[in-house]
């Protein structure tokens, strides 16, 4: 049958040497096309972001790297609150820890709290009601922990993440070119606005990671104010030299400016 003659045909071609070629056959034998999977396109996303943090991650510091006189300068310091009040709004102190520059443990105590609580906040501050118990006769009174807080500050650089809350939590104040609050380090706060132009304070957990490539305040895990204390120090110990220069520059600055002005004063008085 002529019809059938010129289909056969049609579905066979000569290779290049000189054998027939089925093209229905080489058709379905043609390999299908595939696409990336959804969860590996996000592995390799994550991975991009991974080495992206790791080209700006702070260059790590050792302890060893001033001399010890130097280091009993630095004290960092991070508190507890719990919620008091009608609607827990109220924060009063519950917990208080201090390190040196090594991330020694200097102070490390949990705070009878003189209100009624209402809110212990225990999956964020780690709180319970048995830590601040009057029964419990490792917690300090809070006349005790400001003084005993206050000793240890007298005369030092105090660090610290958000400072304001814990000297706050802790009703003492400190000198503020005293005080390096890691918070408000403008290298460490993240540009915001349409130009860029505000500056915010990031959260002490987000810095680590990124920064140092710790993490701490893990979701589902309460607080340590002792391994906040000693996060807030690592970081600035990566930047110590940097920021001290900074400080000296501004200082230096203010000065001059300060006997610049005088010096006109008494040109103009003559």
Not at 131 to 160: F, H, Q, T
Not at 183 to 205: D, E, I
Request: charged share 35%; with cysteine.
């Amino acid at each position: 049958d002529t019809s059938n003659d010129n289909n056969e045909s049609a579905s066979r071609k000569t290779d290049e040497n000189g054998e027939l070629t089925n093209n229905n056959n080489n058709n379905n034998n043609k390999p299908k096309q595939s696409f990336p999977r959804i969860n590996d396109l996000l592995a390799q996303h994550a991975q991009h972001q991974q080495q992206q943090l790791l080209k700006h991650r702070l260059p790590t510091s050792t302890t060893a790297d001033i001399p010890p006189a130097l280091k009993q300068k630095y004290i960092a310091i991070d508190c507890e609150m719990v919620g008091v009040g009608p609607t827990a709004a109220k924060s009063a102190l519950a917990r208080a820890s201090a390190v040196d520059y090594d991330g020694n443990i200097l102070l490390d105590t949990f705070v009878r709290v003189p209100e009624r609580v209402t809110d212990f906040r225990t999956s964020v501050s780690g709180v319970r009601p048995r830590d601040i118990s009057v029964k419990n006769a490792k917690a300090m009174d809070p006349e005790e922990v400001r003084e005993r807080m206050g000793k240890l500050l007298l005369g030092k650089i105090l660090v610290g993440h958000a400072l304001k809350n814990d000297l706050d939590a802790l009703l003492i104040t400190h000198p503020r070119g005293d005080m390096r609050d890691t918070a408000r380090y403008k290298p460490f706060m993240r540009a915001t606005g349409r130009s860029g132009g505000k500056l915010r304070p990031r959260k002490l957990r987000d810095l680590v990671w990124e920064e140092l490539g710790k993490r701490i305040q893990v979701e589902g895990e309460s607080h340590s104010s002792v391994d906040d204390a000693r996060a807030s120090m690592e970081l600035f110990r990566c930047v110590r030299e940097r920021w001290e220069k900074e400080l000296d520059g501004k200082e230096g600055g203010g000065k001059r400016r300060k006997r610049s002005k005088k010096n006109e004063g008494i040109k103009n008085d003559v």
